[in-house]
Nanobody, 117 residues
Framework: QVRLVESGGDLVQPGGSLKLSCEASGTSGSIAGIVTMGWYRRRAPGEQREFVA????????VYADSVRGRFTASRDVAKGTIDLQMNSLRVEDTAVYYCSALPGDYWGQGTQVTVSA
């Protein structure tokens, strides 16, 4: 079993920056077994979560078109953590951001990011 806890959500002005963090906890074996960690977001209640970025065990990062060039995901495989540095934030980036881990389809509880003037 893996438990994911996100942090770093906040209110920020358009054009600003924010860094989200996610830490996985569990047995050393379960942490080592994580292949991919990533970020998704849900912009409004009832909407589906949309892909933002993920990082493989080999630390290859893949991004959604909407955030490429503005967001950077970085992962510490040994520690079971993943960060999301978000720059040039836009109003449309407002969402609850969720951390995920595969295999096992684990999810965190989410952290709110609000971009507003």
């Amino acid at each position: 079993q893996v438990r994911l806890v996100e942090s770093g959500g906040d209110l920020v002005q358009p054009g600003g920056s924010l860094k989200l963090s996610c830490e996985a906890s569990g047995t050393s074996g379960s942490i080592a077994g994580i292949v991919t960690m990533g970020w998704y977001r849900r912009r409004a209640p009832g909407e589906q979560r949309e892909f933002v970025a993920f990082v493989t065990r080999g630390e290859t990062a893949v991004y959604a078109d909407s955030v490429r060039g503005r967001f950077t995901a970085s992962r510490d495989v040994a520690k079971g953590t993943i960060d999301l540095q978000m720059n040039s934030l836009r109003v449309e980036d407002t969402a609850v951001y969720y951390c995920s881990a595969l295999p096992g389809d684990y999810w965190g509880q989410g952290t709110q990011v609000t971009v507003s003037a």
